[in-house]
């Protein structure tokens, strides 16, 4: 039942993608600044984004047992509420990276791009960054490298805890300090704890 519902979940997916903004053919950004991202993210809402998003979460949550609340909140980070030059043009909600020049399982491909990093001072790096072929996509990846990565095998047992379980993750997600704090601001603010109970 669970694999009827992924699927049935994606198909709203990939007709949800129309929602969302389109660039001109062939037209590229020319820098990715996750940083300036994820400031505007905290500065704006979208209704219309998260109504889409939710049941994918909710997928991600039943497939992968990260908590739906997390996933929501860090897509919505991640990509300024799907308006990112990332998700617009790239399908990438989650600001995932592309190792060596290797997209993964589930990506189609990278995308160079100057970005900004910290580590601990911030500073522009060039990095290659994943290329999905839909939204549902972006969000399986996702799911997949948390519940498989020994990056994040300190979070698993905190699936309980979204608030926990997003601090653990970040230790290795993000140079950024602050981002856990960043992600649980976006899920206090909009109330995304309602997505890690049961429908009604």
Known sequence: MRRHLVHAVGALALAACALLPAQPAGARPAVVDQAAVHEQALRT???????TIEPIARAVAGEFRVPASVTAGQ???????????????????????????????????CHDYPTSECTPDCHQVQA???????????????????????????????????????????????????YAAKVIRI????????????LP
């Open 45 to 51: 809402s979208d209704g219309e984004f998260l109504r």
């Open 187 to 198: 899920m206090d603010e909009n109330d995304l704890y309602r997505l890690d109970r049961p």
């Open 75 to 109: 897509s919505i980070l991640e990509s300024s509420w799907g308006q990112s030059r990332l998700a617009v043009n790239d399908r990438n909600f989650f600001g995932f990276k592309c190792l060596g020049d290797k997209p993964g399982p589930i990506a189609i491909g």
């Open 128 to 178: 290659l960054f994943r290329v999905y072929d839909s939204l549902q996509a972006s969000f399986r990846d996702y799911g997949r490298v948390l519940s498989t990565s020994a990056n994040y095998a300190e979070a698993r047992p905190l699936a309980g805890d979204p608030r926990a379980f997003v601090t653990a993750v970040a230790r290795k997600y993000a140079t950024d300090p602050n």
